[in-house]
């Protein structure tokens, strides 16, 4: 939580620095933005050790999948692109491992020793501590980030954190790959204003210097 919200604030410094507005931030669309609330609920959501771990491994890809649709469904907004290759990172180490690996190192850089034990004896769907028969530990949670974050994170968790800072940065400063690419319209051309009309009883085509032949 902790480091999520240093993530947040860092988005607002930088958008700030590039000369954003929070209030441009209402300017942002976003597609099916449903689907990342339900994937997110997912994430969150507490596997109870009485459900089959087939079960809590589909329910946990499932969100990476909701996830993954709704940052293709809004691709064009500058640093979904960068998100999206993170999650499709550790979605891809939880299903090739049943989970997500937590290796030792990474749970002594961050201070978090003192959960050894519940990794090698409850170890779950989510998280469990790294073995020999893992595969792609190095884009596992294989990153501590020492107190007062203390964290361990995977190289995908870190794709989603920089694509987050960027999109929000981005939102603030109002521009969007969207925008800054859209051609601009040709101004219309005007056209040219009516010729006065002449003397009375002059033809138009009569040159006033020349005298009408008999």
Excluded at 77 to 94: D, H, Q, T, W
């Amino acid at each position: 939580m902790i480091l999520l919200v240093g993530v947040l604030a860092l988005a607002v410094i930088v958008g700030y620095a590039i000369g954003g507005r929070l209030r441009n931030l209402e300017t942002l669309r976003l597609r099916w933005w449903g689907l990342a609330i339900a994937g997110l609920f997912l994430q969150l959501l507490p596997f109870p050790a009485s459900w089959p771990h087939g079960v809590a491994v589909a329910a946990l890809l499932a969100s990476f999948v909701l996830l993954v649709v709704f940052g293709v469904l809004n691709w064009r907004v500058a640093g979904v692109p960068v998100i999206l290759f993170g999650l499709c990172l550790n979605g891809l180490v939880i299903a090739v491992n049943q989970g997500m690996p937590v290796t030792l190192g990474a749970l002594e850089g961050s201070g978090q020793a003192s959960l050894l034990d519940e990794l090698v004896h409850n170890g779950g769907t989510k998280h469990h501590l790294a073995t020999d028969g893992d595969h792609l530990v190095f884009l596992s949670d294989s990153i501590g980030i020492p107190k007062p974050i203390g964290q361990a994170v995977s190289v995908g968790d870190l794709l989603v954190y920089a694509g987050l800072v960027w999109a929000i940065a981005g939102a603030m400063r109002g521009r969007s790959r969207e925008t800054a690419t859209a051609p601009q319209p040709e101004p219309a051309s005007r056209p040219d204003p009516p010729e006065p009309p002449g003397p009375p009883g002059r033809s138009p085509a009569t040159n006033p210097g020349t005298p009408p032949r008999s």
